[in-house]
């Protein structure tokens, strides 16, 4: 029961070898069999699937978008905030528990918004421009090779997106998780004790005292 969790915390740092792997099924797309479903397909029902992986890549780059917005703002508040706590508590094996809880989460969002501005780099598209549409118009073997190809592509490359969206969701979830919990020890760690200050205020003030003589004089 612990050795799931446990594991599913570091599985986003797994992903740029997943990635790696995937863009080579493009290498040798006749040897894959997972496409063997594309090559199945009818000229029309591939057409719509090229269409469908289009459509895909854009949702997935406006999710990875507001991912990384929401990282980048996470990296930056949770520094502010956990910078405030740590200098307010008193040294204790408590305080160093909620310090490494913290950087563990700093981590994950700092991986994370790494993540996110990597997968909104430009990836290759398919299906589309002047050559891939000279070659579906000629027809023939030519015209499908091209089709099945950008459909591969379109596949390949929209898992790697997925990919990189999941592991943008799966880093912010830990690094929340982690900051929860140091938040939550932070209430019952020790803080730094503030010595009260005295200050003595000495006033000087004397009023002098004045005597009045008031002398009449008798005129002749």
Known sequence: MIKVPFSSLFDAFRMPFVNRRIVKKLESLDAQESFSDIK??????????????????????DKLSKLTAALSVALTVGGAVAKSIVDGLAASPIKWTIVALLFLSMV???YGAIIGFRGLRPKPRFGYGAKFMNAVASGGESARKSMNEAAAGFEVVNLIRANEASAAIDLIR?????FAIAMALSFVAPGIEVSPRTATISTKGSAPAISKKQKAANGL
């Open 108 to 110: 994950f969002f700092f």
């Open 174 to 178: 830990n690094g929340i998780v982690l």
């Open 40 to 61: 199945s397909l009818s000229e029309e029902d591939i057409e719509k699937y090229i269409e469908s992986e289009w459509t895909r890549a854009k949702e997935l780059d």
